[in-house]
């Protein structure tokens, strides 16, 4: 598995609840069709927000992002993200612990 985690800050005189309500439609019209993606939470950060996608493996996770930028609804979310303030990374999942506390 791997987790992706993508961090950016919402684009200039995008709200908070627009960002929220494009989640939303992002998830539904875009991350429900991703082949191989498990997840994806959605966070505010002090510096804007965070999206955490778990995939089934490296190679899902780059067919998307080779093909992202060609898909309509997937541009429709990135458009109301700032571009210069987004940082993408992936790291490979070597051990799982869930606890029901």
Same mark, same amino acid.
């Given at each position: 598995?791997?987790?992706e985690? #993508? /961090?950016?800050?919402?684009?200039?005189?995008? /709200?908070?609840?627009?960002?929220?309500?494009?989640?939303?439609? !992002?998830?539904?019209?875009?991350?429900?069709?991703?082949?191989?993606?498990?997840?994806r939470? !959605?966070?505010? #950060?002090?510096?804007?927000?965070?999206?955490? !996608?778990?995939?089934?493996s490296?190679?899902?996770?780059?067919?998307?992002?080779? #093909?992202?930028?060609?898909d309509?609804?997937?541009?429709? !979310?990135?458009?109301l #993200?700032?571009?210069?303030s987004?940082?993408?990374?992936?790291?490979?999942?070597?051990?799982?612990?869930?606890?029901n506390?």
């Amino acid at each position: 598995m791997i987790v992706e985690i #993508t /961090t950016y800050k919402a684009a200039k005189n995008v /709200t908070h609840e627009e960002l929220l309500l494009a989640s939303k439609v !992002f998830n539904k019209d875009y991350c429900s069709k991703c082949k191989g993606l498990i997840s994806r939470q !959605f966070l505010k #950060t002090e510096e804007g927000y965070m999206d955490i !996608f778990v995939w089934k493996s490296k190679e899902d996770v780059e067919k998307i992002q080779n #093909t992202f930028m060609q898909d309509d609804n997937a541009m429709k !979310f990135a458009s109301l #993200t700032d571009a210069n303030s987004l940082t993408m990374k992936n790291y490979e999942v070597l051990e799982t612990s869930n606890f029901n506390n």
